[in-house]
């Protein structure tokens, strides 16, 4: 699994970006690892959905927030698709 802090970041802000409805993540400064469980990662079975890759971060917001911490999550569905969590703190989370 080759995605990294800065990765799932920059699709947080993206995936923001084409989001209509609510404040636009424009930015995660100083992406820290918080939960990696990339080595050996394996998609989970059934209906169920694991965590690859958790970072934590200072989110810059287009409402001119800038100190806002902001949580990305890379998860993985049964199927092995991928999609990013993000949450600002304290927030409502935003999956894309």
């Keep these: 699994m080759e995605e990294d ?5 920059a699709a947080a802000v993206y995936n923001s970006a084409h989001d209509q409805n609510r404040i636009k ?3 995660v400064r100083a992406p820290r690892i918080v939960v990696d469980n990339r080595r050996g990662f394996t ?6 959905i694991k965590v690859a890759l958790a ?10 927030n800038s100190h806002t911490k902001v949580h990305v999550e890379l998860r993985v ?4 698709e991928g999609f990013i969590l993000f949450k600002s703190d304290p927030g409502v989370s935003h999956i894309e």
Excluded: H
């Design 77 to 80: 569905d049964s199927d092995g």
């Design 25 to 27: 993540l424009l930015k």
């Design 43 to 48: 998609a989970p079975k059934g209906s169920s």
């Design 55 to 64: 970072c934590t971060g200072t989110g810059t917001w287009s409402n001119g």
């Design 5 to 9: 802090c800065s990765t799932i970041s």
